[in-house]
């Protein structure tokens, strides 16, 4: 994820995940971001959630100038 995230925000169907870890890594400009669901996941076993993050629009958005 990009370095300049805030909010970062996840959560499972009941709304927690037991173990989660994210650091900034400003030297690489990346966000690290690593979760693990609250029960073993085992083959063809399935887990959903749900991950988002805020962004300054300084970082998305501008204007075009006319030549």
Not at 17 to 45: K, M, N, Y
Request: proline letters at 6%.
């Amino acid at each position: 994820m990009p370095v300049h995230i805030q909010g970062l925000s996840y959560y499972d169907f009941i709304g927690n995940i037991s173990t989660s870890h994210a650091i900034r890594l400003e030297d690489e400009h990346r966000v690290s971001f690593e979760i693990a669901p609250r029960f073993p996941v085992c083959g063809q076993w399935k887990t959903d959630w749900h991950q988002g993050y805020n962004s300054p629009t300084k970082y998305h958005l501008y204007t075009k100038k006319d030549s």
